[in-house]
């Protein structure tokens, strides 16, 4: 009786793999197409916050597809890059405002009168 039970489950378990796996022209389980970054960053403006949110990468069978969190890095990476200078830029036109206007202080005073500065 234990022969008979070994080998039926033998042959259950063959034609559960082989209906599986696609004995033939008709496979039970299709290839599905793999999965694309679907909503992908705008182009035509920059990236907020909301935009990283709802960012969802698209997941292979060994983890996130680098191809689409490359693209992701780079775009996030060139943008802050960009922002950077411009805050470097309106910093250093900020000083030198600053330096302008400390030099023409004087221009305001009276003569005669007593400032504090």
């Keep these: 009786m234990f022969w008979f039970l070994l080998i039926a489950m033998v042959v259950v378990v063959a034609a559960v793999t082989l209906l599986v796996v696609g004995g033939g ?6 290839e599905a197409a793999p999965e694309q970054l679907t909503d992908p960053l705008p182009l ?4 907020g916050r909301a935009d990283l949110d709802a960012l969802r990468l698209p997941v ?7 191809g689409d969190v490359d693209e992701v890095l ?5 943008e802050l890059a960009e922002r950077d200078a411009r805050i470097a830029d309106l910093e250093s036109a900020l000083a030198g405002a600053r330096a302008t206007a400390e030099g023409r202080r004087d221009l305001f ?9």
Excluded at 44 to 47: G, K, L, Q, Y
Excluded at 74 to 78: H, I, S
């Design 109 to 117: 005073d009276m003569p005669g009168e007593e400032t504090d500065r």
């Design 60 to 66: 292979s069978p060994r983890g996130y597809r680098m």
């Design 25 to 30: 022209d008709s496979a039970a389980l299709p």
């Design 74 to 78: 780079d775009r996030l990476g060139a």
């Design 44 to 47: 035509h403006r920059p990236v």
